[in-house]
């Protein structure tokens, strides 16, 4: 919900309150605020000026010289390119130095050879669009004459135009609909401020006839329709809306459309209560009839989009066919055009559950349903329509027809909880005294007679007496409730880092689409055959079991490769599975020198995958665990020495410049044989203990770019063996603190390039911290980059 504090002005004055201490004090009272936006900050010395003389520039045939009075006493000239401007337009100037959305600056200058001091401006580069200044030329310049004066030259356009304004966004719970408003968020902050909340009763104006005569209203089903007003509007005038509403509808985030839509508009974000229009001459039987869809009823909604109902759907129809899906969108068969001229105002409740299951239905989700589905207060419904019909008469957009439908059927209690101060202090821990939750209370619409608090319409939350405390809690003050130490001898417990980050590691890699398998720690002796391992390899070093239950569980694994690969292959083998990803995070056992010793333990992590995926699949994992560790600037450097992996397929996970942290690669093929894959299959073996070790959860905020970047493209010709992360580094170093990405983006080998030749491609971001790069600075970095990789490695740029 987006709130604009010229519109919160209306209900109550908080005008003397900073806006970020408004944003916290409001989080503070439990209206969480996501951020604030100042609208028009980006616009600076731009003002109204007028166009007095207007000249052909002497050497161009679409350059125009024009003297502008821009309120200065004396006039200024500025050519232009805009061919609708005409002596006598009034139009935005922008006044060196200006400052325009999207960080334009102007200043003066020439244009061929003529002086031009300032700029005239577009709805465009005002960051405005025809929606929010009809009849605005999109290609031109903003002519205003139609609503500007010749007084306000010389005023600044953001005050002319009402671009002034503070738009605080609010994240409001789903037990808060009353807040999706801003009488809602005015409540709220009047309390929370302690401020006068003023609140409008709508007049309207009735002209001739009665409502009666034009419709008639029937609820087939009460459940889901408790209440629904509706009003008829007839000589209806479709035009835009009057600049202060378009404004305030922009500042909340909605697009203006014409004075219709944008009233029922203004009304719902004003009051958080959804309205629709009808055009009347396409109800058929003068009649509105709220009732369940027939099953496979066909309707088309104001998108244009075909929806086939069930028997669960609430629709608004007449005599003949569904006209609205109920709480959330119109039909395109009743919608507002240019030549409507009688309309019906439709402000209705309906049970928030069926238009969630509605809307989901129908894939749809609109500010209507959000709004719905959250329950709303039926008793706001009719002030709201009488507050539609009260803007009609102010904008002259109609005349209001005598009378309202109301069929109010199911009207709801207002929930009371017993009140107790004692038992709400003995619950917060706090000592309030009563008097003071009476008046929190009151100011917030509850009334307390005999012991029993009633809690208004719209605070349909209030159900019990945590939720009352809670109430007193968050208008009292949190922080000023005093911090008292647990009544508890015993420290809770937590978990170690250590633990910690194994835990945060199951989760990364269950998200990496991997699934956990455990198995025995007892394995046989001859799993390490299967792996290829050679005979002094220091993995066949194991524990061996005094009393094994078998041969196959005689020693204790000090690799988790084969336990992996044996379930891998229990997929693929029996359970003819076309894809399997899993992983196990398990100890290994390393005998002690001394046998009277206990083995090491440590912690091994191995996963693996056949089917979906490739080598570079792997990779991306093994660089995600890295970058979730905090470990910077890790390599994968070639290994062709592993027996458990394809020669030239396999690399070292390199940390810290020289630590291996574990290997990845596809599996050999012997090995893939020995397990009976025909299918390649990867996998990573990564040593827990130094990923955590090396882990850093410390992060740092980091500002994004103020400047741009510069990208050069080097495409190099090495031989085949040569491994990218090599060229990598020397790009690296060589451009410094200049060179903020380096991307390979293609490999290239073909018989032009010679035998054992490749040409690797790479992209290298280059950005200064500090100011924009030159072209000279950035040629200066490639230059160095190019000599760099042609003196340390012998490559040459590709011809």
């Known amino acids: 919900m987006n ?3 010229k519109w919160l002005a209306d209900f109550t004055d908080v005008s003397d309150v900073d806006v970020k201490d408004y944003c916290d004090h409001m989080t503070d009272t439990g209206s969480k605020v996501e951020g604030y936006t100042v609208l028009g900050d980006d616009i600076e010395n731009v003002v109204v000026g007028k166009i007095l003389k207007i000249e052909k520039h002497p050497d161009s045939d679409h350059l125009q010289i024009c003297q502008i009075d821009a309120g200065e006493g004396e006039t200024r000239q500025i050519v232009t390119g805009a061919q609708n401007i005409f002596e006598g337009a009034i139009i935005p100037v922008a006044v060196p130095v200006a400052k325009l959305p999207g960080g334009v600056v102007i200043k003066a200058g020439k244009l061929r050879g003529i002086p031009s001091d300032g700029m005239l401006c577009s709805i465009g580069e005002l960051n405005l669009t025809t929606h929010d200044m009809p009849g605005a030329d999109e290609n031109g310049i903003f002519i205003m004459n139609d609503f500007v004066s010749e007084s306000e030259i010389g005023k600044d356009i953001k005050d002319v135009l009402m671009l002034s304004d503070k738009a605080v966004e609010f994240e409001i719970t789903s037990n808060r609909p009353d807040c999706l408003s801003v009488i809602g968020l005015a409540r709220e902050s009047a309390v929370s401020f302690n401020r006068e909340l003023k609140l409008h009763t709508p007049e309207v104006k009735e002209g001739s006839g009665d409502i009666s005569e034009y419709i008639s209203v029937e609820v087939d089903d009460a459940e889901l329709c408790p209440r629904y007003t509706a009003r008829v509007i007839k000589n209806v005038k479709i035009e835009p809306s009057p600049l202060w509403m378009r404004m305030r509808l922009r500042a909340s985030g909605v697009r203006p459309i014409n004075n219709i839509v944008d009233i029922t508009n203004y009304v719902m974000l004003e009051y958080g209560q959804p309205m629709h229009a009808f055009d009347y001459a396409m109800l058929e039987g003068k009649k509105i009839v709220v009732r369940r869809a027939a099953e496979g009823e ?24 569904a006209v609205a899906l109920a709480g959330v969108m119109g039909g395109a068969n009743s919608e507002i055009k240019d030549t409507t001229t009688t309309v019906v105002f439709e402000s209705a409740n309906f049970l928030g559950s069926s238009v969630r299951l509605a809307a989901k239905a129908q894939g749809m989700r609109t500010e209507s349903s959000s709004r719905f589905e959250k329950g709303l207060d039926a008793e706001n419904a009719l002030p709201a329509l009488e507050r539609a019909c009260e803007l009609v008469n102010l904008l002259g957009a109609g005349e209001v027809v005598g009378g309202v439908m109301d069929v109010y059927k199911n009207k709801k209690a207002p929930n009371t909880v017993k009140f107790d101060a004692n038992q709400i202090n003995n ?7 009563e008097e003071e939750m009476v008046k929190i209370l009151a100011s917030l619409g509850c009334t307390i007679e005999n012991g029993v608090l009633t809690a208004p319409s719209y605070r349909a939350d209030l159900e019990r007496m945590n939720d009352i405390a809670e109430e007193i809690a968050r208008i009292y003050g949190y922080n000023n409730i005093p911090s008292t130490p647990f009544k508890c ?33 007892f394995v046989s002796p001859r799993t390490l055959d299967m792996i290829n391992l050679p005979e002094d390899a220091p993995e066949r070093t194991q524990v061996v079991i005094t009393n094994p239950l078998g041969e196959d569980t005689s020693v204790m694994r000090t690799t988790l490769v084969p336990s992996v690969l044996g379930v891998l292959a229990r997929n693929n083998n029996y359970n003819s599975a076309d894809s399997v990803a899993i992983y196990e995070l398990g100890h290994i056992y390393i005998p002690n020198a001394d046998k009277n010793e206990l083995p090491e333990e440590p912690l091994r992590l191995t996963f693996g995958f056949y089917g979906d995926g490739d080598f570079y699949t792997l990779k991306g994992m093994a660089e995600a665990i890295c970058e979730d560790a905090g470990i910077a600037k890790i390599k994968f450097v070639s290994n062709e020495n592993s027996p458990i992996f394809h020669p030239g397929r396999c690399a070292n996970i390199i940390a810290r410049g020289f630590e291996v942290v574990g290997t990845i690669g596809q599996l050999h093929p012997r090995v893939a044989a020995n397990y009976g894959f025909d299918t390649p299959v990867y996998l990573a073996d990564i040593d827990f203990e130094k990923l955590f070790n090396f ?3 410390d992060k740092h905020y980091k500002p994004l770019p103020k400047y741009p970047p510069v990208n050069r493209d080097f495409a190099f010709v090495c031989d085949k ?16 603190k200049l060179v903020e990405a380096v991307t390979l983006f293609d490999v290239y080998v073909g018989e032009r390039l010679g035998a054992d030749k490749k040409s690797l491609a790479f992209r290298v971001t280059l950005r200064a911290a500090d100011h924009t790069l030159t072209e000279d600075e950035s040629e200066k970095t490639s230059a160095k980059i190019i000599a760099s990789v042609e003196k340390q490695l012998g490559i040459t740029l590709r011809g």
């Open 3 to 5: 709130l604009s504090l």
């Open 298 to 321: 066909s309707f088309k909604s104001l998108d244009d989009i075909d929806h086939i109902l069930n028997a669960n759907t609430l629709v608004i129809a007449d005599e003949k066919k």
């Open 427 to 433: 619950f917060l821990g706090t000592n309030v005294p």
């Open 489 to 521: 001898a015993v420290k809770a417990g937590t978990l170690t880092p250590k633990q910690a980050y194994r835990a945060r590691l199951h989760d990364l890699l269950c998200a990496l689409g991997l699934t956990q398998s455990v198995t025995f720690s």
């Open 695 to 697: 882990s850093n959860f």
């Open 721 to 736: 063996n040569t491994e990218a992360g090599s060229i990598e580094d020397v790009i690296r170093k060589a451009g410094g």
